[in-house]
């Protein structure tokens, strides 16, 4: 059974930091990511790590303040998140891909930045 276990999310102020870890069991993936999903907007890329080709993605948005990364031996992918922002407030959800982009889900965890 696949499992996507997020930790890490709390609230900050603007200017802080803050770690996202996704801890993911039961199959192989390609590929891990982050997504958040702001009240009323839609759920949008945040950034995303390749287990193959090793690379990196990222949206404008968390270029250079935000950096994604991988432990190979606990399977789990981090975010760290710097210079956050009031606008980076959401719920903040790892994603894996397995037979196709993005077909397993965490179930979140609420990032909050006070201004």
């Known amino acids: 059974q696949v499992h996507l276990v997020e930790s890490g999310g709390g609230l900050v102020q603007a200017g802080g930091s803050l770690r996202l870890s996704c801890a993911a069991s039961?199959?192989?993936?390609?590929?891990m990511g982050w997504f958040r999903q702001a009240p009323g907007k839609e759920r949008e890329f945040v950034a995303a790590?390749?287990?193959?080709?090793?690379?990196?993605y990222y949206a404008d948005s968390a270029k250079g303040r935000f950096t994604i990364s991988r432990d190979n031996a606990k399977n789990t992918v981090h975010l760290q998140m710097n210079s956050l922002l009031p606008e980076d407030t959401a719920v903040y959800y790892c994603?894996?891909?397995?037979?196709?982009?993005?077909?397993?889900w965490g179930q979140g965890t609420q990032v909050t930045v006070s201004s």
């Open positions: 994603s894996a891909s397995a037979q196709q982009e993005w077909d397993y």
């Open positions: 039961g199959r192989f993936f390609y590929s």
């Open positions: 790590i390749s287990w193959i080709a090793d690379r990196t």
